[in-house]
């Protein structure tokens, strides 16, 4: 586990894009052996002018306060222990933010931040969801908009690209990609119930008007219910 970053640092990250009218991305990248790796952040807008950040990166600061522009940071979303990395610089940024976590990833962050609080009700345009089969430490989210979107974080890898001889090493070895892939270190560390987590995909596959998966490792995909099933398969 890298060590937490207490300071505001801004690492190499590309621009903000918008998906859709109250729906921002951002993919930046962190340091690892042989490669800087991709990483996501995404950003919904809620109701009364509030926001959500889900696996928060800090950014430069006309990208930060385009983000602060879309409505006031409520919920500073920490998909799983894993991803605690700027949680406490964020805090820091934002004092009267709620952390939010998975029930099982609760513990984990709590060593970086407090207080953290387990899920929330972030109103009609997003919903939070336990990832089952994850052990209650993953948290996916659904984001309803002019179309229905999907943000996972470590359960669907889609590295296409990778960056150096870690990059493609990570990529092979651990199928963080180049297609979509549940990593295979995901599978023994994350994954306790493959049958659960299985079903969960297998149901997310079926959803009226899906549009997108974005994953916080890799690009987004815009045909995501072949994905799915793809990986319904690969868990069998």
Known sequence: MAKLHDEWIVGPHGPLHEVEPGLLTVVGEIAMPLTRFPRRMTVVALDR??????????????????????????????????????????????????????????????????????GANLGKAAKLIVVPGTGDRELAMLVSGKSLSLVTNDIIGNVQSPRGVGGWLI???????????????????LVADKA??????????????????????????????PVLRRLVAELG
């Open 49 to 118: 002018g509030r926001t959500a950040l889900y696996s928060p990166i800090p950014l430069r600061e006309p990208d930060m306060r385009r983000i602060e522009g879309l409505g006031d940071p409520t919920y500073l979303i920490v998909p799983n222990p894993a991803h605690r990395l700027d949680i406490r610089a964020f805090h820091k940024r934002y004092p009267k933010a709620k952390i939010v976590t998975a029930p099982g990833a609760k513990t984990a962050v709590s060593e970086a931040v407090k207080p953290v609080q387990v």
């Open 171 to 189: 990529n092979r070895l651990l199928r963080f990609g180049p297609t979509p892939h549940v990593p295979r270190d995901v599978r023994g560390a």
């Open 196 to 225: 659960a987590l299985a079903a969960q995909f297998l149901e997310w596959s079926k959803l009226d008007g899906l549009a997108r998966i974005l994953p916080s490792h890799g690009q987004i995909m815009d045909d995501p219910a």
